[in-house]
Nanobody
Framework: QVQLVESGGGLVQPGGSLRLSCAAS????????MAWYRQVPGKERELVAH???????SYLDSVKGRFTISRDNDKNTLYLRMNSLQLEDTAVYYC????????WGQGTQVTVSS
């Protein structure tokens, strides 16, 4: 079964940085586009960034230039480096496959506050 375990969130001041990690198992990680999503209460989950099997990336316009998605296929791990964090980045962040969501992990809370 698919397992997705997000970590690395926390409280950070505006302008600060965090690195999120996602440990994946239960599927052939290297075969899939992977993605980071985020959700705030009362809103739909939104796609933040995704990455192809060989490292091609795409980003939500509001995070371009600030966030970097990466993956380590040998470790079945997805990362999101978040720089220049803004109040609007506050959310629960989730990882998943880009195109098949049969399971969601617990997510990791990112709170940007002064």
């Amino acid at each position: 079964q698919v397992q997705l375990v997000e970590s690395g969130g926390g409280l950070v001041q505006p302008g600060g940085s965090l690195r999120l990690s996602c440990a994946a198992s239960g599927f052939i990680f290297s075969n899939y586009f992977m993605a980071w999503y985020r959700q705030v209460p009362g809103k739909e989950r939104e796609l933040v960034a995704h990455i192809s099997s060989d490292g091609t990336t795409s980003y939500l316009d509001s995070v371009k230039g600030r966030f970097t998605i990466s993956r380590d296929n040998d470790k079945n791990t997805l990362y999101l480096r978040m720089n220049s964090l803004q109040l609007e980045d506050t959310a629960v962040y989730y990882c998943n496959r880009k195109n098949w969501h049969d399971y969601w992990g617990q997510g990791t809370q990112v709170t940007v506050s002064s």
